[in-house]
């Protein structure tokens, strides 16, 4: 076996080994940015005005499999999630300081996430303002 042959298999295994993180598997991936709304606004006030503090977030495969489920603030107004290529349901939850519910489930209607791309979902809630909330909007 000459030394270009053995070189070659030798370095086979690393190609193979390398090859799937860089090309294949980076394609399968796209994102979905998800962002919430009371009343058509993203304005962090309403949140103060509504009672809610938190919003959950509960990402979905149409698989049946939880790809997320997050807390994050009210007054964040989005979040990011780099999903694999496939159909999603999003469930947001809108929560008051001691996490009880003040709106929702809001669920969406299925998405698709494609690879290499962004997918924007928004959801919309309309939340009575708690007493004392601070007035109008």
């Known amino acids: 076996m000459?030394?270009?042959e053995t070189f070659a298999m030798r370095l086979a295994p690393l190609v193979l080994a390398v090859v799937p993180s860089f090309g294949c598997a980076a394609e399968v991936y796209g994102a979905a940015?998800?962002?919430?709304?009371i009343e058509g606004s993203s304005e962090p006030a309403l949140c103060a005005t509504r009672g809610v503090d938190t919003v959950r977030i509960e990402v979905a495969?149409?698989?049946?499999?939880?790809?997320a489920d997050d807390r994050l603030p009210c007054r964040a107004?989005?979040?990011?999630?780099v999903l694999r290529q496939g159909w999603y349901v999003v469930t947001l939850t809108?929560?008051?300081?001691?996490?009880?519910?003040r709106a929702g489930p809001?669920?969406?209607g299925s998405f698709h996430?494609?690879?290499?791309?962004?997918?924007?979902?928004?959801?919309?809630?309309?939340?009575?303002?708690t007493p004392g909330g601070g007035g109008g909007i």
């Not at 107004?77 to 999630?81: C, F, K, V």
């Open 77 to 81: 107004s989005s979040a990011r999630y």
């Open 33 to 37: 940015t998800i962002t919430w709304t």
């Open 94 to 101: 809108f929560l008051d300081a001691a996490g009880a519910p």
């Open 113 to 129: 996430v494609t690879a290499g791309r962004d997918t924007f979902v928004t959801i919309d809630t309309v939340i009575a303002e």
């Open 106 to 108: 809001r669920r969406t």
């Open 2 to 4: 000459s030394s270009i």
């Open 61 to 67: 495969h149409d698989d049946g499999t939880f790809e």
